[in-house]
């Protein structure tokens, strides 16, 4: 007993307490206090690797040793590189860098910053009939494809062209389809994205079989006229451009004088002895003096859906007798927005968008015809709104085929490999040009791709 006693005592000077001790499965490491059905597990980083644990409830083997902390990485986490992006593809080009730099000095200067921005930008895409042939489409006959316009389709020999694509107003950019001599180039620039990825052109095929494409919003397309010199070069007189908006194109014509008024300030700088020399009185007489304007009306000759039917009156500019002159009025100026501007108002109030003359070599082509033709977009859509129409819109009974060319109220672009036109009549089968799709500028419509804020119809 006293043994007993003297052990409790012991016991009770230590502060020893039974009931302190902690109980079996109830240490509070972090490994064990999860239970099994936890929503959540435990996750280190052992350098760059993820380990993922699994909660358990299994108990810890029976030690005299203090309980083991979780382990927990120590290293530096350090993030994954970021992929490098894609490098973009090649530029797309349609002609050679030779040709390219040739065609470029015949870019006018121009006074709105924007359109000039646009003219010196690099990505400028530039083709003639040459690099995308004029071509149309017929699929709902005996030899389904695209055509060149070149080739009379017809078997009747009373037909001259057998589709709609020669002849006024389809065949030639308007205002030159009694011009000769005339030459042009176009050019287009894509829109980027948010991420500074080129938005390409979309595809796709309609009910009919044929093909459509829509031009996504910011997409701009150009077109330089030049004018034959006596000297047999040519000279810019005139720079076209189409803008795609919702809907809509927003269009504008840039001339080197949108208005007589310009010419005649231009002149009188150019030549300031003007006053000494009797052809440049005369001219400026004809530009400054009262002028009763003949009134005439140029019209297709279509029996139904006219395209174009316009009247206005005719300014015919007198030569100027110094070809010399006309070169450095073509050559020195800046050209200048027509959008919305009359050349000239006649005595009797009649009025004209551009001038025309009989001269081989003027600031306009010889039997220009662009005074009927009002820079707006009302005006240009008359004609531009009837690409991919069937000509049987036009002329049922006539036997000709196939659509005007064209599509999202563009004439010269098409997206087709030049192999898949037919030269012939016969069919050819139908690709998508290499260059475009490598390069991304060339998609099939996808909606997931390509939204309706950005791609979609225009409104007729």
């Not at 530029?91 to 470029?104: D, I, K, M, Q, S």
Request: some cysteine; charged content about 20%.
């Amino acid at each position: 007993m006293a043994v007993l006693l003297a052990c409790v005592l012991l016991v009770s000077l230590l502060g020893i307490s039974f009931g302190a001790m902690p109980a079996w499965g109830q240490e509070k490491s972090v490994a064990q206090h999860v239970d099994a059905s936890s929503p959540f597990q435990l996750t280190a980083l052992r350098g760059n690797r993820k380990v993922t644990r699994r909660p358990t409830t299994t108990k810890p083997a029976a030690t005299t040793a203090e309980p083991a902390e979780p382990v927990i990485a120590t290293a530096p986490v350090v993030a994954p590189a970021p992929a490098k992006p894609a490098p973009p593809p090649p530029p797309v080009r349609l002609v050679n860098a030779a040709r390219e730099t040739e065609l470029r000095r015949f870019l006018p200067k121009v006074t709105d910053p924007d359109t000039q921005a646009m003219l010196d930008d690099p990505r400028l895409v530039f083709y003639t009939d040459q690099e995308i042939p004029k071509a149309y489409q017929f699929f709902d006959g005996a030899f389904p494809g695209v055509h060149a316009v070149s080739y009379n389709i017809s078997a009747n020999n009373s037909e001259p062209f057998g589709n709609g694509n020669i002849e006024f107003p389809w065949g030639t950019p308007a205002g030159t389809h009694r011009s000769p001599g005339v030459t042009t180039f176009r050019f287009f620039l894509l829109p980027k994205d948010d991420n500074g990825q080129t938005r390409p052109v979309a595809w796709f095929q309609p009910p009919d079989g044929s093909y459509s494409w829509i031009f996504p919003i910011g997409t701009v397309f150009g077109e330089v006229l030049g004018v034959p010199g006596s000297d047999g070069k040519n000279y810019t007189f005139e720079l076209r451009t189409r803008r795609r908006e919702t809907g809509d194109w927003t269009v504008d014509v840039f001339r080197p004088f949108p208005t007589s008024a310009h010419l005649v300030e231009r002149i009188k700088e150019l030549a300031p002895d003007w006053k000494s020399r009797d052809n440049l009185v005369k001219f400026i007489s004809h530009l400054e003096g009262p002028q009763k304007l003949p009134v005439l009306v140029l019209a297709d000759q279509q029996p139904v859906g006219r395209p174009f039917v316009q009247q206005a009156g005719v300014d015919t500019l007198p030569s100027l007798e110094d070809d010399a002159l006309v070169a450095k009025l073509l050559l020195t100026t800046t050209f200048r927005s027509a959008h919305g501007k009359v050349w000239r108002r006649g005595s009797d109030g009649v009025t004209t968008a551009a001038p025309t003359t009989q001269a081989s070599f003027h600031v306009v082509p010889k039997y220009y015809d662009a005074g009927f033709v009002e820079v707006d977009q009302i005006s240009c859509m008359r004609c531009h709104s009837t690409v991919s129409k069937s000509v049987d819109n036009f002329n049922a009974g006539r036997d000709w085929y196939g659509k005007v060319r064209g599509s999202d109220g563009i004439f010269s672009f098409h997206p087709f490999e030049p192999s898949s036109i037919s030269y012939h009549g016969y069919s050819q089968q139908v690709e998508m040009r290499g260059e475009f799709v490598k390069g991304k500028l060339l998609e099939r419509f996808d909606p997931a791709r390509h939204p309706n804020r950005v791609y979609h119809t225009l409104v007729r």
